[in-house]
């Protein structure tokens, strides 16, 4: 079983989104399919191409050419499936439905051949408010275009419980951990200070000016927040705004981007991890997020406000209301306060969650 994947942007060595999908092409290695990765690719010399596995299969050139040219022209992945007769493409989408790529999956489906594309966040739509003009231009056009577009797909991977998305069937998974990657954190206890840890690429739907203003309102816990990611500009400037009215600059730390060592350190300092807070803002209420995953797989203590099927009975989850009120910091002390799970159970209650676990649906579908 031969599969080809598909993304429409360069690999990045330290980018989260760029080591799930390699996990991802592992998982499904694990599950017996013999997988090419197809990206683009930035050359020395600055000009772009599309590479299968490193090698080329379409040089774009430089500038404004090339940015034009890899969003219409899909022949030579059309051809380069056929020659080598692979049984499947799993694309991930990358809200660009138009014509282009319309008759790009209809080729491909013409070919024999099935596709699969994921939906890395599914609805979408409210993800795009306040993201500019030609955010806003990309998604009316993929609206215009996104029932036809996967009318010529076999199936649509969600990370929700949705049976079916513009029309197409679906493949339910969750985002996965690669455990080999995640180390176990120190399983730093609670010591009478609430060290809470947020890592992400912060966007309005984070919610952590509800945290702030939780903190601001309850200044008698004991409670430190250091938040750790890049993101939305104007996102963290609210926040700054935020802190220092409240005069929170010695509880509330904005860290910008960590790796490596220095990132594990920051997990095992904490003892509270901090998912997302507003989901609701963009009008998503039940998600897996990626990020959840690893903060268990860390083996720590977590909450949000969303929805997420496969955490919601977990003993070391605390959940927010799913609305604008600041986090009650109390409760969220008293639930730390009296947590006996240790760091080991935590990570041991999601191995199924592993990639190759969750992509095993895909290889299944594509036999």
């Known amino acids: ?37 197809c990206t683009l690719t930035l050359n020395a010399d600055g000009s772009k191409s599309r590479t299968v596995d490193g090698a080329s299969i379409m040089d774009f050139g430089f500038g404004l050419k090339a940015k034009l040219k890899k969003r219409v022209s899909y022949s030579d992945i059309v051809q380069f499936v056929r020659d080598n007769r692979y049984d499947a ?18 080729a491909l489906q013409k070919a024999g051949v099935k596709v699969i594309v994921e939906i890395p966040t599914y609805p979408y739509d409210g993800e795009f408010k306040g993201q500019g003009f030609s955010m806003n231009l990309q998604l009316a056009i993929d609206k215009c275009f996104r029932k036809r577009f996967f009318s010529h797909c076999d199936s649509a991977v969600v990370y929700s419980n949705d049976k079916s998305v513009f029309g197409c069937r679906t493949i339910n998974i969750s985002n996965g951990v ?9 399983g730093k206890e609670y010591d009478g200070t609430l060290r809470m840890l947020s890592v992400a690429n912060v966007h309005m739907w984070h919610g952590l000016d509800r945290l702030i203003e939780g903190m601001a309102a309850n200044p008698d816990v004991n409670a430190v927040l250091h938040i750790v990611g890049d993101g939305i500009e104007s996102v963290f400037a609210e926040y700054r705004t935020l802190i220092q009215k409240y005069g929170l600059e010695d509880r509330v730390k904005i860290m910008g981007p960590m790796f490596g060592q220095d990132l594990d350190n920051e997990f095992n300092w904490c003892n509270m991890a901090v998912g997302s807070l507003g989901r609701h803002r963009s009008g998503i209420n039940d998600i897996k997020t990626l990020k959840n995953r690893e903060y268990a797989a860390r083996g720590l203590a977590f909450f949000y406000s969303e929805n997420d099927s496969d955490f919601e009975d977990k003993p070391y989850i605390f959940k927010v209301p799913a609305d604008e009120s600041p986090v009650d910091m109390k409760a969220l002390t008293e639930f730390r306060q009296s947590l006996l799970v240790t760091p080991e159970q935590i990570r041991e209650s999601i191995q199924d969650l592993s990639w190759g676990n969750q992509m095993k649906k895909i290889a299944d579908f594509c036999r």
């Open 89 to 106: 493409v799993y694309i991930r989408y990358d809200i660009n439905a138009d014509p282009f790529t319309v008759r790009f999956v209809k």
């Open 178 to 186: 690669n455990f080999n990657s995640i180390p176990l954190a120190s």
């Open 1 to 37: 079983m031969k599969i080809l994947f598909l993304i429409y942007h360069v690999l990045v060595s330290h980018s989260g989104i760029s080591k799930k999908i390699l996990s991802q092409v592992e998982g499904l290695r694990e599950n017996g399919a013999d997988v090419s990765l």
